[in-house]
């Protein structure tokens, strides 16, 4: 029985991923990746011309990641055709989803349609922040005219991201802060030998800091916070849309922000889509498993 994937839209991470794939026997159909130089004439790869045939050949539907960004259309930057949402959602009944960054839950719960969300699973977030710090700090000393070290750098939020972050900065001498608002986190970035800073007293210390980095998706860095900021200050924001800058003031202060979204998949396609693949595989053994037991 030929073992059969669909792979609709998505960026270098999933065109890495069809690759391989197809070195481990499956067939590959996909649609709206017909600008991939990287996909042309190779055996196993099957371009379809329309959304629905795609779909049509699998079980499993591989999706961008993310999904959409204003859920109106899927994420395609190799597609020469644009996707709606609505005419995505019709040709997905009775296929099983994956792809990343969801934001559309409630349509696809309103149609019976099952997925995952690689963003939502724990083995693939906690290695997918190794791309993102590594990216983070690239974007850094790129955009910095200091060594990292020695320079103070400031971390908003101490989830996966910011603890990954925390500890490549320190190995290559920054002072990290970390700022958080819960009381553990507070004693875990002291346990780790950073310097905390609790939200509630943010203001009178922000000042201070050469390199914020940004975890928080929610405008943490309001214009007030803005306002204390040094002039020569980089910040770089990781915090999905609508971020955590208000980047039309940062803009009026005459502050850097480089707003870096989807970093693996600009630095690390490759060990991206290592770590899709391998958690792809998880979720289908997963299905298998469900599927004996019923």
């Known amino acids: 029985m030929e073992r059969a994937i669909s792979v609709v839209g998505g960026d270098l991470r999933i065109v890495k991923l069809i690759e391989m794939l197809i070195k481990d026997g499956y067939k590959v159909y996909t649609y709206a990746l017909e600008n991939s130089e990287d996909l042309q004439n ?23 990641i993310p999904l959409s960004s204003d859920r109106k259309k899927l994420s395609t930057p190799f597609g020469r055709n644009s996707i709606e949402i609505d005419e995505f959602i019709k040709v997905l009944k009775g296929k099983y989803l994956i792809a990343g960054n969801i934001t559309i839950k409630d349509i696809l719960d309103s149609n019976h349609i099952p997925f995952t969300d690689l963003l939502k699973r724990e083995e693939f977030s906690v290695l997918n922040t190794i791309a993102t710090a590594e990216g983070t700090i690239q974007i850094a000393m790129e955009e910095t005219q200091r060594t990292i070290h020695g320079t103070k750098v400031l971390i908003m939020g101490f989830g996966r991201i910011g603890k990954v972050l925390a500890k ?4 290559i001498g920054a002072k990290v802060y970390c700022e958080a608002r819960k009381n553990e986190d507070i004693a875990w ?9 609790h939200l509630n007293y943010l203001n009178d210390r922000i000042n201070q800091f050469d390199i914020i980095i940004n975890t928080i998706p929610f405008p943490i ?22 971020g955590g800058v208000d980047r039309k003031a940062a803009k009026e202060k005459g502050l850097k922000v480089i707003w870096a979204l989807s970093l693996p998949g ?14 792809i595989y998880h979720v289908l053994k997963e299905l298998e498993k469900s599927k004996l037991e019923e």
């Open 168 to 171: 490549m900065l320190d190995g």
């Open 266 to 279: 600009k630095v690390a396609p490759l060990t991206s889509a290592e770590y899709i693949k391998e958690t």
């Open 42 to 64: 190779i055996e196993g790869v099957e371009m379809c011309p329309t959304l629905e045939e795609t779909v049509n050949y699998a079980r499993v539907v591989v999706g961008p």
């Open 221 to 242: 860095l309001d214009t007030t916070r803005l306002s204390l900021l040094k002039k020569d200050v980089v910040i770089v924001d990781l915090a999905s849309n609508p």
């Open 189 to 197: 970035i002291k346990a780790y030998g950073y310097q905390p800073i």
